[in-house]
């Protein structure tokens, strides 16, 4: 893939990050996810699209936006794992490589529908349970699938 842009995609709920449930998510904010991913794109001279959104709609639309030329997308649909059969349908649109990420180890929640992402169909791989450092992680993975021009 040779596009020089990567996106970084959050959804719902993710703009409480740092200031919601501690414990589950840390205290990380997403100003402080960003700057994590930014570094890891800045460092190679790429550059980083970074978003949240509770609307689906506008989450498809960035998805889109990827699906012409994206180095690759990272995405961490939340809720949107769940039900979101639109977002999954663009996902699946897309050739860059794509990679879903969860604060939370989805596998060992408490309710067990967290663990049942339907996003998972469409993605490279995943990263679930490495806190706010799932990030930066998956954004370096497509920065080294770049540099190795795949
Ligand atoms: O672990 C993750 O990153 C999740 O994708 C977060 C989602 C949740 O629905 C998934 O099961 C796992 C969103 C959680 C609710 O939103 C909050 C965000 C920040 C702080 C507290 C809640």
Redesign the pocket.
Known sequence: MTGSIVFVLNG???D??G???PAI?GHATLADVEASCRSETDAAGLTLRFHQTNAEHEMIAWVHEARVGAAGIVI?P??F?YAGYPLLDALKMCDCPIVEV???N?HR?EAEW?SKSIMTQAVTGIISGLGVDGYPLAVRHIVNLRAAGK
């Open positions: 719902p709920n993710l409480h990050l200031i919601r449930e998510y961490n939340a809720a794992s969860h604060i939370s989805i929640r967290r």
